[in-house]
């Protein structure tokens, strides 16, 4: 039923999002009101400390540490407080309420998402989420609306700015990963205890997300594998360079067979690849679509204006449904593709290998590669120097299953001819 | 009123994107079904000539000469038969009759968008048009979806192909003009006629559509300045790179004053700026607004099936409001912000100056240059060679009005040491 009046716009959590989401709803109240078509009004925002300074644009009135109570009185409830709990159970209460619900929370969605999108669908309401991915860059509406009539294979993502800096940092400067972090600390792009970011789970948490939204099926993070980026080293992202690519901690969630899955390590994109030019803290999700074809989208993943800049365009939409009595396209009927493990995952891997420098040494390895079943794309000398008798190869394989690959390198380790498996990654992108 | 039982679309034109779109909205129907939440209804596909083979996903049944009686009897009329008429008739008469509108037709909507616009907001009707700028990428639902609660400031687009294709083959291959705009030919890339693509007529189009979407203003063609590419040499392609730069053909639309100016003409771009690795045959465009800071838009910017892909999102999108019985967002809440002339953009220039090689020329040029209130950023001497007692130089100024720079340029061409000016090209994106 569409409503009548103002629409009753319900705010939780003040910190640095919230604050400026309760900013731009009071600047721009006119002209919001004009793209709604009714007045937005803020009935109030929920706090745990109603003592604590706000600042200016947000009215002490306003502020109650009654959420439940708040979340009753609200036709849209704007959830920035972050964290799963109460921030779970407040959107379940606004959603069984019928209020339409907009979240930036990419913990609880990675987490739980499926099960907020499936009972948002059952209450026929709206639960829009744009930016808890990727920032202030629209993502999720052009996934769930404009390829609404094509079919996603395939979605590339570089969603964590911390350790895209940190690698941008190691290329151009040639630092060292902990001298790398312990600047991105420095400059406010790292957090103290930067384990979340540069262990991969905040990007691991954003690919549920994405994987959810792209293959209409139920992912959590902890179905996501997961690396981080604490084994680079100088060395590998230097030599990266030397062969046309770069080091990104990518978050690929894909299309396998009847299933998908759903993988979050660094990887080497060649250098001319649309996200090999994504530097320091931006995000970018390039996105492969049978009609469509590749897409990207780019912009500011993080920080309390672009992020409040996506709450508020989400507010908008749903605020709109509200005065015309409907809700936005549905996007949930779940495709429930099974999700696989990384064994399954089609890539391809680089792997250095210190060799006795011997006669029949590449024959060797050309045998163990081809056992599995996987084929060498191309094989030389990743350094100039000697090291006795030893040498080191690059070699880079052909597409083959993660399985196959993995069980390639194991082997090859076992093999005597080779003295070290210097570096294993993988490349992406071709 | 929402809509009972099948929503019934009518396409008008069946050419490459209008087959691609009919044989979407069959194959997918059931999928589509379930987003919309009811079934999509193919009334007709009005063509000139019923006797045309269509290919095997139209059925002859669905063909019609009779476009006026079609849209009659449509929820949702799709336009994809391009040119301004009869297109724009059939559009209006369809909104007048309170039908949704999606159309791709960006020659239409570049030289009379604001009318049709406003014709739909009259009606209380919805009219998308995602595939007519841009192709495939999602960048209108996100400039006024996303970006509701935003303001964009500037708008910077790679939105024709075919000269982005020359362009960078000119860049990587050293090719002359004519020769890559020939290879683009005999590629499909450009038409027999390159014209309204190589002297930036189509990206005039988009660019009026752009500027009107993203500052709520009327534009049209006609307001846009507008320069091709054709008098751009492998020389002036070859020297960008030298000096860290890619030469584009860019549509900008920006913030100037309390105006707008919107412009299409060459420039060069900073080779680490987003847009520069935009390679191909592929679009961007890329936004700037004062909360969201810096996002880009990437992927095909042609072609029927990536076309047919952005049509058939807003389809999906168009009905889902018909069947709840409203539109989406209001947009158009029309700014009418007055569009200035060039001469009021700010923006820099590098010129190459042949000059006397005598003492105190340097001296004699930056004076002109300041006379103007136009200040040098950097100068070089642009070539190795030697030319009797001549010397080529490179000055790049730092950001003035259009107007202030070419006045300079044209007070340097009457300086008596100065020989002749070789090359003057605008630089953008930073």
Chains 1, 2 share one sequence.
Not at 161 to 172: E, K, S
Not at 232 to 240: N, Y
Request: glycine residues 10%; hydrophobic residues 45%; charged residues 20%.
């Amino acid at each position: 039923m569409a409503t009548r009046g103002p629409v009753r716009v319900a705010v939780l959590g003040c910190g640095v999002v919230g604050t400026e989401v309760v900013r731009l709803l009071v600047q721009q109240a006119e002209d919001l009101a004009a793209r709604v078509g009714a007045p937005l009004e803020l009935v109030g925002v929920a706090v745990r400390d109603t003592s604590t300074p706000r600042g200016a644009a947000v009215d002490p009135e306003l502020l109650t540490t009654d959420a439940e109570g708040l979340v009753d009185r609200a036709d849209v409830v704007v959830e920035v407080m972050g964290g799963v709990e109460p921030a779970r159970a407040l959107i379940l209460r606004a959603i069984e309420r019928g209020a339409a619900v907009v979240t930036a929370n990419k913990e609880l969605l990675g987490k739980d998402g499926p099960t907020l999108y499936a009972a948002a669908d059952a209450a026929g309401t709206d639960l829009y989420f744009e930016a808890a991915v990727a920032g202030a860059i629209p993502i999720v509406r052009p996934v769930r609306e404009s390829l609404a009539g094509d079919r996603i294979t395939r979605v590339l993502g570089i969603v964590n700015g911390t350790t895209n800096y940190v690698l941008d940092q190691m290329a151009t400067s040639g630092q060292g990963l902990q001298e790398a972090v312990r600047q991105a600390q420095e400059l406010g792009f790292a957090e103290a205890d930067p384990t979340a970011d540069v262990e991969g789970y905040d990007a691991a948490a954003k690919a549920a997300i994405l994987a959810s939204l792209a293959f209409h099926t139920r992912v959590s993070a902890a179905d996501v594998h997961r690396e981080g980026i604490m084994n680079l080293t100088a060395d590998d992202v230097a030599r990266a360079a030397t062969t046309g690519h770069v080091l990104k901690l990518l978050a690929i969630a894909e299309r396998s067979g009847d299933g998908v899955v759903v993988r979050v390590h660094p990887a080497l994109l060649p250098q001319w690849h649309p996200l090999a030019s994504v530097r320091g803290s931006f995000n970018a999700v390039f996105v492969e679509a049978e009609a469509a074809g590749e897409l990207m989208f780019y912009g500011r993943g993080a920080g309390g204006t672009p992020t409040a800049s996506a709450v508020l365009g989400d507010v908008v939409t749903v605020a709109r449904n509200k005065v015309i009595g409907g809700k936005g396209p549905i996007e949930s009927r779940y495709a429930e593709l099974p999700v696989r493990g990384v064994a399954e995952a089609v890539t391809r891997y680089q792997v250095e290998l210190r060799v006795r420098d011997l006669p029949g040494v590449l024959a060797q390895v050309w045998q163990v590669v081809a056992d599995h079943g996987v084929s060498i794309e191309t094989v030389r000398q990743s350094r100039a120097e000697v090291y006795g008798d030893h040498a080191d190869l690059l070699v880079v394989t052909h597409a083959a299953t993660d399985e196959a690959l993995s069980a390639t390198v194991a082997d090859l380790q076992d093999l005597p001819v080779v003295v070290k498996i210097l570096s294993v990654l993988r490349v992406e992108g071709v």
